[in-house]
C-alpha cells in the first residue's frame, strides 16, 4: 500500500512537470524583455547587445515584461560632462514595431521598427 501510495505520488509530479515544461513552449517568454546597451549607430539603424545591466554612462534601455521601460539616457544636453539618468515610460510592441513612452523633461512619443530580434541583438529603425 505505502509502496502504490510512493508511486502515485511520483506519477502526479511527473505530470505537474510535463504540463509546466509544456506551457512555457506555449508562451515562450519575448526575446526584448532585459537590458539592451553599446548601441551602434549606422545610417537610422541602432544596433544594441543585451545585457545583465546597464552601463554606468552609457546609454540603455530595458524593457520590462509588465509594459513599463527604463531608458539610461544623458537627455538634451551633450555638453561635457555627459551625466546619465534614468528614465521611467511604457511600451508595448504589435508584430515588429515597438511604440514607447518616455517621461524625462517632458513626454516623448517614440517608435522603432525591429529589423532583426535575436536573444543577444537587437537592430530597430527609429521613426
Known sequence: ?????????????????ACN???????????????WINPEYVDDQMTL????NFNENDYGIAFFEDGTLIE???GLCGTPPITYS????????TNTTIDMTMIN??????????????????????Q
Not at 500500500?1 to 502526479?12: D, P, V
Not at 523633461?105 to 537592430?123: A, P, R, T
Open 1 to 17: 500500500m505505502q509502496t502504490l501510495f510512493k508511486t502515485f505520488l511520483l506519477l502526479i509530479i511527473i505530470l505537474l512537470t
Open 21 to 35: 515544461q509544456n506551457e512555457d513552449k506555449l508562451n515562450p517568454p519575448d526575446p526584448l524583455i532585459g537590458y
Open 49 to 52: 547587445m543585451k545585457s545583465s
Open 72 to 74: 539610461r539616457s544623458s
Open 86 to 93: 534614468d528614465f521611467e515610460g511604457t511600451w508595448t510592441k
Open 105 to 126: 523633461q517632458w513626454i516623448d512619443e517614440i517608435q522603432w521598427d525591429i529589423i532583426n530580434l535575436e536573444d543577444d541583438k537587437l537592430v530597430v529603425v527609429w
